[in-house]
């Protein structure tokens, strides 16, 4: 670990590590600690020793707690720790349930998808109702309550997953005796979506997407005229990425994370989208043959954020993280498609495309379901003990597959 003196900006600038954690000590309050997860977040904690046992306390963000504060936080714990006490625990003996849960981020090993989306419902979901109370009073009678209060079911389920892991943490680090999550079920799982949208409705969402790309271009062009604006719109990546989705099956959080070091060989035939483990659902490197029309579109977004951008779908100019599927985008595109088919047509997901990729490939190319399985990293069909042991990843005919698929989808795509 590396030692130093913070200064006023050293905190913000200080650069961490791709893939992993990086922590950097202070040299005039030795047991100050600023940490820099993968994804750039920097927090502020201390480690200290407690019953005998080291344990970290979080401080909180850097953006909202300053050099000064941290420094005598730290001063603190560390007084309160050396009288006994648990400096884990706020002044009156407890923990609100939103430190709680900024806590228990600051502390998990989690994808940076989940952490993405957790961080979001602790914000969003978690804080406005329970962040108030003390962490150890929350009962399941006001857990109940909480999740009927939450109007999505699926938003309801993911806050209630969360928070128990939260809670599951906390008992682990001795944090809090026990947990109100024991034999507690939450929202029951969402139905699953098999909507699979038929050669017609491929052809109109397909259309669709050409219809707001020209809106785009009008409107870049109209800014760039009139107003001087020269950066990319938000709708561009948006419908770059859903044409990859397509192209690719890859899921939609793969899709917006892709990264400029993930690609490799995009000027040859053998292009290859490398998603790395830590990205992926089962733990384990997952390679996307690229066809020439996936190359095209990643050639477009590598010249959209420059030659420095290493995230191809960004959160906005200079982010650093990429951006998240807008709802309001996703709105906009069902609405077109329905205009385009004069009709309103049956409730479709964009994660739901998978699907259609899949039932397509396998109907109308004659793909082996293997092949697709392999395609939408699940594991292929057999015996658990084959699939332990067979580990072919058979890209040429996983390349062979998704070429004829980014052709056939331009064939039945023309008006």
């Not at 003390?134 to 309550?145: T, V, Y």
């Not at 069902?334 to 479709?348: F, G, N, S």
């Not at 039932?359 to 084959?386: K, N, Q, W």
């Amino acid at each position: 670990m590396a030692r130093l003196i913070f200064g006023p900006k050293s905190a913000r600038s200080l650069r961490g590590r791709e893939g992993q954690w990086i922590s950097y000590q202070d040299v005039l309050v030795p047991a100050l600690e600023l940490r820099i997860s993968p994804q750039g977040t920097r927090s502020w904690s201390v480690r200290c020793r407690v019953g005998g046992r080291r344990v970290r306390v979080s401080l909180g963000n850097v953006a909202r707690v300053g050099l000064a504060s941290a420094r005598a936080q730290a001063k603190n714990v560390l007084e309160r720790a050396a009288a006994g006490q648990d400096p884990r625990r706020t002044l009156a003996g407890r923990i609100s349930v939103s430190a709680l849960g900024r806590a228990a981020l600051d502390a998990l090993d989690l994808r940076d998808s989940t952490r993405t989306e957790w961080e979001r419902l602790l914000k969003a979901v978690v804080t406005p109702a329970l962040g108030h109370l003390a962490a150890d009073q929350l009962d399941r009678h006001a857990i109940r309550r909480w999740v009927a209060g939450i109007r999505s079911r699926s938003v309801a389920r993911h806050a209630f997953a969360f928070l128990r892991r939260c809670y599951s943490w906390a008992v682990r680090s001795d944090l809090l005796r026990a947990t109100p999550f024991v034999e507690l079920s939450g929202p029951g799982p969402m139905p699953a979506s098999t909507r699979v949208l038929s050669t017609d409705e491929l052809r109109w969402l397909w259309q669709a997407l050409n219809t707001l790309e020209l809106l785009h271009e009008q409107t870049v062009a109209y800014e760039q005229e009139q107003l001087g604006w020269k950066w990319e719109r938000p709708e561009r990546a948006y419908i770059d990425a859903t044409r990859l989705l397509i192209f690719t099956a890859a899921r939609r959080e793969m899709v917006v994370g892709m990264r400029r070091s993930e690609l490799e060989a995009l000027d040859n035939p053998e292009a290859r989208w490398i998603i790395p483990a830590k990205r992926m659902k089962g733990k384990r490197d997952h390679v996307v043959p690229l066809s020439p029309q996936a190359v095209a579109i990643a050639k477009r977004r590598l010249a959209a954020v420059g030659k420095k951008g290493e995230v191809l779908f960004p959160a906005g100019r200079g982010a650093k993280g990429p951006m998240t599927w807008s709802s309001r985008f996703v709105a906009d595109l069902v609405e077109m498609t329905d205009l385009i088919a004069q009709r309103k047509l049956p409730a479709w997901r964009i994660h739901g495309l998978r699907h259609t990729v899949a039932t397509h490939m396998a109907e109308d190319l004659g793909v082996p379901t293997e092949i697709v399985s392999l395609i939408l990293a699940h594991r292929p069909p057999g015996a658990p003990v084959s699939m332990l042991y067979n580990r072919a990843e058979k890209l040429a005919e996983r390349r062979d597959a998704l070429c004829r698929w980014a052709v056939w989808v331009e064939e039945v795509t023309v008006a």
